[in-house]
């Protein structure tokens, strides 16, 4: 890696997924000097790596960042192509200035900005926006004796074409946003036995209700307080759905807005795992205690024999080594605030698409871009002037503003 510094900029946004796309945008609108850097040689990287078949929770109407929309042929649920097709125009109408192949690799303070260790030298830049996502890298349990099992484990990032599962017993573990996006999709082939593990049953909303899609409610659900939308959202379960205890789906104790405002866990959206689940399709059983060369042991005794399992089992930021120093993670690693606010003690340091939203993702990046803008807007009018350096010119590494 070189030990070359860049001149210092303004903005430096990390990441060239949908919220840093926006992100940059609205800071170019404002006209402050912005450039984003992306590990990978392309935008939307993380869209291209899951499976072909899946596509969007949120609404189309829901689904677009700010100066344009998403096109009526991608579908009122756009699909993952459509979707990466989107964001790939949405750079190059708006001429975003993207570095590829640029891997953050540190980011540290540097006097009244910040100092950025990446795989082609130092970084200097007044503020930092993060936008590499929550879901960036998948966490899989480490199982008791997986190692042995001679079946297929692999994460839910990496499902893969639906097809790949036709006549084979799979096990997926979980039913969350993930699970259940599985499930929907495994519903459509011909696999052998197909069973879910859970320790509690998810709280699901159908795609529609008497033809209206339920997800555009959400940014009236997000103006209501947490145990208002959990009862709403139990009580829309139960319209649509019926008690799904009857078939051991166990309600979560802790209701599915809070646990989204809480712990990142997102509600579920049905679309054929339901239906499969009450034809006899799918059986829930509970946890596993521990794999076995043959199957997999659950913590009641039984005895499972999958040739493939689907952990469900969420993701992680992957920012602690990145940021871990700096105080600006919680126990999971997700940043403690994302879009215009800032930690105490790291001024100028921002983070975007790091939460769901009932809302939906896309929008949450643009309504965040902009308040990130609005804030880093303000916060460079504020500068006295005596303080102010000539940007054009490079400085070394270390060297104070």
């Known amino acids: 890696m070189s030990n070359r510094t860049q001149p210092r900029g303004e903005v430096i946004v990390i990441g060239a997924g949908a919220a840093g796309l926006a992100a940059a945008q609205a800071l170019q609108q404002r006209g402050i000097a912005v450039r984003v850097l992306e590990a990978s040689d392309r935008v939307a990287e993380a869209w291209r790596h899951r499976h072909p078949h899946l596509r969007l929770n949120t609404h189309r109407w829901l689904s677009s960042l700010p100066g344009m929309k998403l096109p009526r042929s991608a579908g009122a649920f756009p699909d993952r192509d459509s979707l990466i097709r989107y964001l790939e125009n949405y750079a190059a109408r708006f001429d975003l200035p993207i570095d590829f192949g640029v891997r953050v690799e540190g980011i540290e303070r540097d006097g009244d900005g910040w100092l950025l260790q990446t795989s082609r030298g130092s970084e200097a830049a007044r503020q930092v926006v993060v936008a590499t996502g929550e879901n960036r890298v998948p966490r899989l349990p480490d199982w008791p004796g997986a190692s042995d099992f001679r079946g297929e484990i692999l994460h839910s990032a990496d499902f893969g074409p639906r097809e790949r599962y036709r006549g084979k017993r799979v096990l997926v573990v979980g039913a969350g946003n993930s699970g259940t996006d599985a499930l929907n999709h495994l519903s459509r082939v011909e696999t052998g036995q197909l069973w879910v593990s859970l320790r509690h049953g998810p709280v699901i909303f159908p795609t529609r209700m008497l033809g209206f899609p339920i997800q ?21 379960e139960r319209l649509a759905f019926g008690r799904l205890s009857r078939w051991g789906l166990r309600r979560h104790p802790v209701g599915a807005a809070t646990r989204m405002a809480t712990t990142g866990t997102a509600p579920a959206i049905d679309n054929g795992f339901i239906a499969a689940l009450k034809a006899g399709k799918v059986e829930v059983v509970p946890e596993i205690e521990a794999f076995e060369p043959e ?79 609005a804030a880093i807007e303000a916060e460079l009018a504020r500068r006295p002037r005596a303080e102010a350096r000539d940007l054009s010119q490079p400085r070394q590494a270390g060297e104070a503003a």
């Open 216 to 236: 555009l409610t959400g940014p009236l659900m997000e103006r209501l307080p947490l145990a208002t939308v959990d009862r709403l959202l139990v009580i829309t």
């Open 295 to 373: 199957g997999v042991r659950l913590i009641d005794g039984r005895r499972l024999t999958p040739d493939m399992v689907v952990a469900a089992t969420g993701y992680g930021t992957g920012l602690e080594k990145l940021l871990g120093p700096l105080g600006v993670l919680d126990g999971r690693g997700v940043p403690l605030v994302n879009g215009a606010e800032t930690v105490p003690g790291c001024p100028g340091l921002r983070f975007t698409g790091m939460r769901p939203y009932l809302g939906g993702y896309l929008r949450d990046a643009g309504r965040a871009g902009k308040a990130i803008a």
